[in-house]
């Protein structure tokens, strides 16, 4: 069997978000291809298929539906083209004043009133003619047909009217849409051009994709880093805004961790790289967020299915309009045709159907800025929707970072610092929070040769053995005993049957946690603690941030089951788990939105759930839900405002109160308001 492959092209010239459904319905009507998503908002298709070659396919299939569109490789560096429409619109202009306002020979006005129709209706009606070789109607034939039955009525200057509206409305949403697409792109300006590559004692400038793991890489003053690695020379300021978004410079030294996407805002550094560029921070967020939008929203998803049945009704009705109107009124035939024209004219679903995607991706990109990474405007959508929040306790609540208070010997032949090191040299086959901090405090070089049968025994502990010693390292259970009356993680060491001792560790809360938690009951967020830890850490944690509800003592299977059961009888909202990204990734895979905060870049964070928050400020909760609150909002305005123009207009056009102008104004008029609205959306906050 052959296995699914993905691919990537870039649709240039697409300029209608309807247009996009089109492409992407056709698409998906194949069986070879399967995940067809057009993304309107990036100009991108992708889709899986087991064939191989199949670009000439979909040329074929997008050429019959959008004649215009050209179908390029995803690394295809697009030039900007001289846009020769708005030189043949004010031609057609110039041809309309001489046809219709200056007074010349009744045959010269006649010559230049149909020039001014062959130069204004010329793209509508190359367009509408290719499609209609195709058995496939668009808004192309519908304003043709309507601007030459308008000159057919006697309306000539009415149809040329229309035409020009409609082509100077289309040439303004066109550069209303590429400046919303540049606004959010700058947003998330974070992609380095460049890598300096280290070579002895040259430098040279390389691609990011060029440079392997362990390669030297020179970040100068005012450069971005491309690639996350590990600094072995020098000192830099770095401002990591663009990932986190947060302004405060982070110094780093020697040793220190960097992540591709930061600036040096100050200094020289030499960085040993510990990933590809594929998989670094930078990459990664940007494949993220660009690939946000291809996850729908219910909202996005109905209005997709909703523009499919709205502009053939609207056909039918201009047909009713136009046949049955002088029957059971007393105008004619020719009035009938032109309000029926009128119908045609409106019946262009875009202003619905481009607000709600482009107000989702400008929801997802102003996010990205604030640090917040969504991984789909399905998600974006569900924020506002959150009326209990689940929260993790170590390494989400509290800082994950440990303290050894206390280290306590019940044997006389063994010291506080046996009792450590036995504990130390099985925590060095494992990453958790308590590892580290027994490994920090015992600070010495540990062989692990002699280690064997070394197992990790979830929310218990672990076990291994050496020099023919069984050992065991971890909670009271492990080595059942009853717990000491410590308040703190209690980690025992048990060497075969005695217990020599035990290490009480101790974790503090983060300082915003508690101002998150006030935040989310004003917002009538219902919140939760799980933990694993035991009840006495887990109560003066929890009353301490003021949490509705406190678990303790929990295995990753009890919290698993917790979520699950919450989730079932929560009916009016949905359930969001906070966690750290690392052991509850089947929890946030389950919840309806799992958040991760996973300090700057962990990798395992972003893989592992639906929203990233990309530092470890709880705070960012409230900006997350604020801006799916907004984005919802402004989606509300533009389809009310969308819907209510089109039916007014419609309705006044029956009535013979209306004129083509106000048919344009409700189509082309309220896509541009529309858009100019949805970008309000980046200007918040």
């Given at each position: 069997m052959n296995t699914l492959k993905k691919y990537k092209y870039i649709l240039k010239d697409l300029d209608c978000a309807d247009c996009a459904n089109k492409i992407q319905n056709k698409l998906s009507e194949n069986p070879n291809y399967k995940n067809v998503v057009v993304n309107f908002n990036t100009l991108k298709l992708t889709l899986e298929s087991e064939l191989d070659n199949i670009k000439p396919d979909i040329i074929k299939v997008i050429s019959e539906l959008e004649p215009e569109v050209e179908v390029l490789d995803i690394d295809t560096k697009i030039n900007e083209k001289k846009n020769y429409n708005l030189y043949r619109v004010i031609v057609g202009i110039i041809f309309v004043i001489l046809g219709i306002y200056v007074k010349l020979p009744w045959y010269f006005n006649l010559i230049f009133t149909i020039l001014a129709y062959c130069t204004l209706l010329f793209r509508t009606t190359k367009n509408a003619i290719k499609l209609l070789m195709?058995?496939?109607?668009?808004?192309?034939?519908?304003?043709?047909?309507?601007?030459?039955?308008a000159y057919f009525v006697g309306e000539q200057i009415e149809g040329l009217m229309v035409i020009i509206l409609y082509e100077i409305g289309k040439l303004l949403e066109e550069k209303a849409i590429n400046n919303t697409r540049k606004s959010i792109t700058d947003l998330m300006d974070i992609k380095p051009e460049y890598a300096n590559l280290k070579h002895e004692n040259h430098e040279h400038k390389v691609k990011p994709d060029e440079v392997?793991?362990?390669?030297?890489?020179?970040?100068?003053?005012?450069?971005?880093?491309?690639?996350?690695?590990?600094?072995?020379?020098?000192?830099?300021?770095?401002?990591?805004?663009?990932?986190?978004?947060e302004s405060k410079l982070q110094e780093v030294n020697i040793n220190d961790e960097v992540l591709s996407g930061s600036i040096n805002e100050n200094g020289l550094i030499e960085v040993k790289t510990t990933k590809k560029y594929e998989d670094s921070t930078v990459n990664k967020i940007l494949e993220l967020v660009e690939n946000a939008t291809d996850k729908?929203?219910?909202?996005?998803?109905?209005?997709?299915?909703?523009?499919?049945?709205?502009?053939?009704?609207?056909?039918?009705?201009?047909?009713?309009?136009?046949?049955?109107?002088?029957?059971?009124t007393n105008i004619t035939y020719s009035e009938s045709i032109y309000r029926a024209l009128i119908f045609l004219v409106i019946s262009c679903?875009?202003?619905?159907?481009?607000?709600?995607?482009?107000?989702?991706?400008?929801?997802?990109?102003?996010?990205?800025?604030?640090?917040?990474?969504?991984?789909?405007?399905?998600?974006?959508?569900?924020?506002?929707?959150?009326?209990?929040?689940?929260?993790?306790?170590?390494?989400?609540?509290?800082?994950?970072?440990?303290?050894?208070?206390?280290?306590?010997?019940?044997?006389?032949?063994?010291?506080?610092?046996?009792?450590?090191?036995?504990?130390?040299?099985?925590?060095?086959?494992?990453?958790?929070?308590?590892?580290?901090?027994?490994?920090?405090?015992?600070?010495?070089?540990?062989?692990?040769?002699?280690?064997?049968?070394?197992?990790?025994?979830?929310?218990?502990g672990l076990s291994y053995k050496i020099d023919n010693k069984n050992i065991k390292v971890g909670n009271n259970e492990l080595v059942d005993i009853k717990k000491e009356n410590e308040i703190g993680t209690v980690i025992y060491v048990k060497i075969d049957d005695e217990i020599i001792g035990y290490i009480v560790l101790n974790d503090s809360i983060k300082k915003e946690a508690?101002?998150?938690?006030?935040?989310?009951?004003?917002?009538?967020?219902?919140?939760?603690?799980?933990?694993?830890?035991?009840?006495?850490?887990?109560?003066?944690?929890?009353?301490?941030?003021?949490?509705?509800?406190?678990?303790?003592?929990?295995?990753?299977?009890?919290?698993?089951?917790?979520?699950?059961?919450?989730?079932?009888?929560?009916?009016?909202?949905?359930?969001?788990?906070?966690?750290?990204?690392?052991?509850?990734?089947?929890?946030?895979?389950?919840?309806?939105?799992?958040?991760?905060?996973?300090?700057?870049?962990a990798s395992s964070a972003i893989e592992a759930s639906d929203i990233v928050i990309m530092t470890d400020d709880l705070r960012k909760l409230k900006e997350a839900i604020n801006i799916s609150k907004i984005t919802n909002n402004i989606i509300?305005?533009?389809?009310?405002?969308?819907?209510?123009?089109?039916?007014?207009?419609?309705?006044?056009?029956?009535?013979?109160?209306?004129?083509?102008?106000?048919?344009i104004f409700a189509d082309v008029g309220v896509t541009l308001l529309t858009i100019f609205n949805t970008i309000r959306i980046l200007k918040k906050f």
């Open positions: 195709k058995k496939t109607i668009d808004e192309n034939f519908l304003i043709t047909v309507s601007c030459i039955g392997n793991v362990g390669d030297i890489i020179v970040i100068k003053q005012g450069e971005k880093i491309p690639i996350d690695g590990i600094v072995i020379s020098g000192k830099a300021s770095l401002n990591t805004s663009s990932l986190t978004g729908k929203a219910k909202t996005e998803t109905f209005v997709n299915k909703a523009s499919r049945i709205y502009t053939p009704i609207v056909i039918f009705l201009a047909m009713i309009v136009a046949i049955f109107l002088p029957i059971i679903p875009c202003a619905i159907v481009i607000s709600v995607p482009l107000s989702y991706f400008s929801g997802i990109g102003k996010a990205s800025k604030s640090g917040i990474l969504i991984k789909g405007s399905n998600f974006l959508d569900g924020l506002k929707d959150i009326n209990y929040m689940v929260f993790d306790k170590t390494g989400t609540l509290t800082k994950g970072e440990f303290n050894i208070e206390k280290i306590k010997s019940y044997s006389d032949k063994y010291s506080e610092e046996d009792i450590l090191k036995y504990a130390s040299i099985g925590e060095s086959f494992s990453n958790h929070p308590l590892a580290i901090t027994i490994l920090s405090k015992y600070n010495k070089k540990i062989d692990e040769q002699g280690v064997t049968d070394f197992k990790e025994i979830s929310g218990k508690k101002v998150a938690i006030k935040e989310l009951k004003d917002m009538k967020i219902k919140t939760m603690m799980l933990t694993g830890d035991n009840s006495e850490i887990a109560t003066k944690v929890g009353k301490e941030l003021e949490i509705d509800n406190i678990k303790s003592e929990m295995l990753p299977t009890d919290k698993y089951n917790e979520v699950e059961n919450l989730i079932s009888n929560n009916l009016k909202g949905k359930v969001a788990f906070v966690g750290d990204g690392i052991n509850d990734s089947p929890v946030l895979a389950l919840s309806d939105i799992g958040i991760s905060m996973g300090g700057i870049g509300k305005q533009n389809l009310i405002f969308a819907i209510f123009v089109k039916v007014l207009v419609l309705i006044l056009s029956v009535l013979g109160l209306a004129q083509m102008w106000m048919a």
